[in-house]
């Protein structure tokens, strides 16, 4: 087997066979679907063994955490990566995206070291070949009060994607922002950041508990979607308030090719089950359409 173990080899041979998960008729392989999973969703948070747990449910990839807020981010740490790098070659799966979480509880808008976390950020994800950079805004860094828009926020946060934006593109990674605004102020929030190498992390459970019309909003921000989360509230797919089977018509008729991450509850209490079940659920509804 060329110097590499047989456990490497069979994991690559698993994420290989599991890579193509869902091809719409007639679209070739550029348009496959891949899944993977939240490293907090499954209890692995900064965690590299996350992505031995995501080979064992059938996932193709994780989407890890940045780590708290700190002057010097977890992520940025060459010693926790590597552990990435030898848990991506022992598993054969990779590192969908890079999640900044840490902006929910230290806003980038408020926080005079949050773009000094979005380089530190950008380089991790290149280091990892992450794609994808998620910038989240719940919580303390949410850009609404209620339904009104956080206007001077909003301008602030802009400016520092901006910023940061020409380093993203040099390493070939998207920042993609997630926060409670509509699809249209989405569209606004990136025409303030006014470049192509930031769009809109869409996830399907927030917007649909936000009162948004899912498959409408999927349809208006098209390209401009980087990539997609899954989940029902505290629920199993399909149990709760999203209408999964919509929101999927609508990423196929978009022409989405990129990851749909499985941030999903696991009410049991059995990751694994819970998790392969949402899964299951994930692709029925793609395969539904082929």
Request: charged share 25%; glycine share 10%; with cysteine.
């Amino acid at each position: 087997m060329n110097n590499i173990s047989r456990r490497t080899f069979i994991g690559q041979v698993a994420a290989a066979c599991g890579a193509a998960v869902w091809i719409r008729k007639g679209w070739g392989d550029d348009r496959r679907i891949r899944f993977g999973a939240c490293d907090w969703s499954m209890g692995k948070a900064l965690d590299p063994e996350a992505l031995d747990l995501a080979l064992k449910i059938g996932l193709n990839g994780v989407e890890i955490s940045a780590g708290d807020p700190a002057d010097i981010l977890a992520i940025a740490d060459p010693a926790l990566r590597e552990k990435y790098k030898e848990a991506m070659a022992r598993t054969g799966l990779v590192v969908s995206s890079v999640a900044m979480g840490l902006l929910n509880n230290a806003p980038l808008a408020e926080d005079e070291r949050g773009p000094a976390w979005l380089e530190q950020t950008i380089d991790a994800a290149k280091d990892l070949n992450a794609p994808v950079m998620l910038l989240a805004f719940f919580g303390k860094g949410d850009l609404r009060k209620g339904r009104k828009l956080k206007e001077d926020a909003m301008k602030v946060a802009a400016e520092r994607i901006r910023g940061a934006a020409s380093r993203a593109k040099d390493a070939g990674v998207t920042l993609a922002i997630e926060n409670t605004l509509s699809g249209a102020d989405n569209l606004r929030l990136l025409d303030m950041v006014g470049d192509d190498s930031v769009r809109i992390y869409y996830d399907i459970g927030n917007s649909t508990y936000n009162g948004y019309d899912v498959p409408a909003e999927i349809r208006s921000l098209g390209s401009r979607i980087a990539q997609i989360h899954f989940k029902d509230g505290g629920k199993m797919l399909t149990e709760g308030k999203v209408d999964l089977a919509a929101a999927v018509k609508a990423i196929a008729d978009i022409g989405y090719n990129g990851w749909i991450i499985l941030e999903t509850a696991s009410p049991s209490g059995d990751t694994v089950s819970d998790f392969r079940t949402n899964l299951e659920r994930a692709k029925a509804a793609f395969n539904a359409l082929a």
